[in-house]
């Protein structure tokens, strides 16, 4: 506990300009994001304003990782659009605060180690397919909804701007970082676009045309929903899957800060703060998040390598929040669209299309396949445990065909079986075909050197095999098996009966 007590580590030099300006560049680029996923799953933007506060703060102050910014990320934004548009808002506030309960059950257990199990043509599937929903929701930026309550098209002078001003701002993100990285680029894109419509007097789609944003400090509220067992059918299966997506993202993003600071963080750690993060997201209006990879970079690349960063972005946030909700309704919508069509352009894995033709044609398959589910249910947990079900029974049948056998009869007339690869039940019908119970002298001996018995269905298959060579009154003998399978078969006495010997010349050594 120790750990979560201790919050700053006053025995390592902080550089306070690094910390002070890394801290307001992050929050001048978390405002953008926050407020357009805000916008983009029908919530007020101050919903995401209030996530972008909240999930820094507190995750800046407990986290695993110092460095780290989380934020109303995109992606857990993604999964609640649906559950937004069918229950409310108050059911979404209920589905972040379990969704945080599950993440911080997460750490205490200490399973955090097991996002190292998503192979890595998953997680550009995963990426791919949030890349495009994050595109193709600015799209729909395009559109209004007309006296009749008719969604259509944006048409003529209107449709020019609007695609106009969104081009110039893709262009200024694009372009400012290949002559300067001083500034974020999206910053000054969305203050310049500011700058010309104000200026110019241009009427155009503004952040007030989609909601107003009373600037005040979040307040407490419980949800207002049924406290049912029908409610918790709605929002269990949406907050298992913001949690996971929040975990996933939050520990990817930080093992890359492990690896660019050459450090290491506390994946428990952070999985416990995220957690708090989000349940008072819940308990506060704020649509909850995740770790913000794009943010993180700005942070580090910005120079802070502390906790004191992430703290002061989000006290801008909030500053900005209580004081600037007035310049905030002026913002154009197109500024905030050209912002997000960048962020989508940049999470696309575009190394995955560049090394698909030195890509196994599975790990093709399975990155496709998750992309697609993305896409097209708007699920991103299903998503990955499709893909990582795919990959893990695609090593299971490459592992099986490697299952091989050497026989020989030695001068005492046993015959001797050598296994090469492991026996698991993917390879256990190969290893079965192997034996010839009936043509064989009344001695065999398997040899297990260069084998390892895995799991229950290669114990099975061995007590089969040693049944059939006992109905004919021969012996089996299981010979070099290592310590790990000893305690194997020890733990299957009931299930199995054969013969284990050392042999005399050569004793397996225990693995330690």
């Not at 649906?82 to 808002?89: D, I, N, T």
């Amino acid at each position: 506990m120790s750990t979560y007590i201790k919050i700053f580590d006053f025995s390592k030099k902080v550089n306070y300009k690094n910390e002070l300006l890394a801290g307001f560049t992050v929050a001048m680029t978390m405002i953008p994001e926050s407020l357009s996923f805000a916008i983009l799953a029908g919530l007020s933007p101050l919903t995401g304003l209030y996530a972008a506060f909240l999930m820094g703060l507190i995750t800046a102050v407990f986290g695993g990782r110092p460095g780290m910014v989380s934020g109303g990320a995109g992606a857990t934004v993604v999964v609640l659009i649906a559950l937004a548009k069918s229950h409310g808002v108050e059911y979404l506030f209920a589905t972040v605060i379990l969704a945080g309960v599950f993440q911080m059950l997460v750490g205490i257990f200490k399973l955090g180690k097991f996002v190292r199990l998503i192979p890595q043509p998953v997680m550009y599937g995963f990426l791919n397919g949030l890349a495009v929903i994050i595109f193709m929701a600015q799209v729909e930026q395009f559109k209004f909804v007309d006296s009749n309550g008719v969604v259509q098209w944006l048409q003529g002078t209107s449709l020019y701007i609007m695609a106009g001003l969104t081009i110039f701002t893709i262009a200024i993100v694009y372009f400012l970082p290949k002559i300067t990285k001083v500034v974020p680029a999206s910053l000054v894109a969305i203050l310049m676009v500011f700058g010309i419509v104000l200026g110019f007097n241009i009427n155009t789609k503004t952040v007030a045309d989609i909601a107003h944003i009373s600037g005040s400090l979040p307040s407490f509220h419980i949800p207002h929903i049924p406290f049912s067992l029908e409610t918790l059918n709605v929002i269990f299966p949406y907050a298992l899957i913001m949690a996971g997506v929040g975990l996933i993202e939050s520990l990817l993003t930080l093992s890359m800060v492990d690896e660019i600071t050459n450090s290491k963080g506390n994946a428990n750690r952070e999985s416990v703060a995220q957690g708090i993060a989000n349940i008072t997201n819940g308990f506060f209006g704020g649509m909850g998040g995740c770790a913000m990879v794009a943010q993180t970079l700005v942070n580090l690349n910005a120079g802070s390598r502390a906790r004191l960063s992430g703290i002061i972005a989000s006290l801008t946030i909030l500053i900005i929040i209580l004081f600037g909700a007035p310049f905030i309704e002026k913002i154009p919508m197109a500024a905030l669209v050209g912002v997000m069509m960048m962020v989508a352009i940049s999470t696309f894995q575009w190394v995955s299309i560049r090394i698909v033709n030195k890509m196994p044609k599975s790990d093709i398959f399975v990155g496709v396949v998750v992309a697609l589910i993305t896409i097209v249910l708007h699920n991103l947990a299903l998503a990955v445990l499709v893909g990582v079900v795919i990959a893990a029974l695609v090593f299971a049948w490459d592992n099986a065909k490697r299952i091989r056998a050497r026989k020989y009869i030695d001068e005492d007339g046993a015959k001797h079986y050598e296994i090469f690869g492991p026996l698991f039940f993917g390879s256990v019908t190969a290893f079965t075909d192997k034996f010839d119970p009936a043509g064989d002298p009344n001695d065999v001996i398997v040899d297990f050197k260069e084998s390892r018995i895995v799991d229950m269905s290669a114990i099975d298959a061995l007590d089969k095999l040693s049944k059939r060579y006992h109905d004919l009154n021969k012996t089996l003998h299981l010979r070099h098996l290592s310590e790990d399978c000893r305690k194997v078969l020890k733990h299957a006495e009931a299930v199995i009966d054969v013969n284990i010997e050392d042999d005399p010349t050569y004793k397996v050594m225990p693995e330690r």
